[in-house]
């Protein structure tokens, strides 16, 4: 976490956050079939609105503290493309048919 004014946040190490998914005792595979997805893991270096939301919500912090680089600008356009997430206004991730 960057203290001074001005500095822009880094994004998680992809080890990092399979290493804070571990210590929950999950893993990407994991989190990857109880939600749909047969994997998750180009999560780690790659955009994916959905996966972000559930590894997130998974580790208790929001997909923008973990990938700010991704969230520089609006994801508008990736949740309207997204079909099988959606978070609630209260945060609740859900698996499905599109809402």
């Not at 880094?10 to 994991?30: F, M, N």
């Not at 749909?36 to 923008?64: D, M, N």
């Not at 959606?86 to 499905?96: C, F, M, N, W």
């Amino acid at each position: 976490m960057d203290t001074q004014k001005g500095m822009v946040s880094h994004d998680w190490h992809p080890a990092d956050v399979k290493a804070a998914l571990e210590k929950k005792g999950l893993s990407l595979r994991q989190l990857a079939l109880s939600n749909g997805y047969s994997h998750f893991q180009r999560v780690l270096t790659t955009h994916w609105w959905a996966a972000e939301q559930i590894v997130a919500k998974a580790l208790g912090e929001e997909a923008k503290n973990i990938w700010p680089s991704r969230y520089l600008t609006s994801r508008e356009r990736a949740k309207r493309q997204t079909r099988n997430v959606r978070v609630t206004r209260s945060g609740k991730i859900q698996t499905g048919a599109r809402a």
